[in-house]
């Protein structure tokens, strides 16, 4: 994937740093230090990671999701085609980790999955989360591709999430609620790493 139209900001909460020196091996990496001490909080991080980003759209994505070849930009390409949705993707639980000097193609990894295992299915695609979506009105995507400006102005994730929370969710919601509609494609599939 060619990254000339994006920006990668790797930001890293830890008391010292320790992924700089992976980040100057890309040119197209900007590499950012939280120091944190005692407890993870992934809010603060990509906070601090969005401000520092210089482009007109974010994608916030955990260090455990692998996009699909061809994904980031088709990602982009859509939400900037559609200014009134909020576009996300889907995940697919990968069963056993990857070697990351010799990754496979998506299509390799999707051709050794078994697609009746239902194990695969992330929480946001499994059949209890139907009710949730279409009755409770709760919405779930993944990797949603958001214009910088409506971030800025809600305020970016909220940090009153600490750890692991649900402010990517709770992200989904407020942009919703500012007459966005949340559209998840299939097209843009990201593979969540085991651990």
């Not at 008391?15 to 040119?27: D, L």
Request: charged share 20%.
């Amino acid at each position: 994937e060619s990254f000339t139209d994006f920006e990668l900001v790797l930001v890293e909460g830890d008391t010292q740093p320790t992924a700089e020196a992976i980040a100057q091996a890309y040119e197209w990496v900007r590499y950012l230090h939280v120091p944190m001490s005692d407890v993870f909080h992934k809010a603060v991080l990509l906070n601090k990671a969005a401000a520092v980003a210089c482009g007109e759209y974010r994608i916030l994505f955990d260090v455990d999701l692998l996009p699909a070849s061809g994904v980031l930009a088709r990602h982009l390409m859509l939400a900037s085609a559609s200014p009134r949705c909020l576009v996300s993707g889907y995940r697919v639980q990968l069963p056993q980790t990857l070697d990351p000097d010799n990754l496979p193609s998506p299509g390799t990894l999707l051709a050794g999955l078994d697609l009746n295992d239902e194990t695969l299915l992330c929480n946001e695609d499994a059949p209890l989360s139907l009710r949730e979506n279409l009755i409770d009105g709760q919405r779930f995507g993944v990797c949603s591709c958001f214009p910088a400006k409506l971030f800025d102005e809600l305020g970016g994730l909220f940090e009153g999430y600490v750890g692991w929370g649900c402010e990517d969710q709770d992200l989904i919601e407020r942009m919703c609620v500012s007459e966005l509609t949340l559209v998840r494609s299939y097209d843009l599939l990201y593979f969540h790493l085991p651990h």
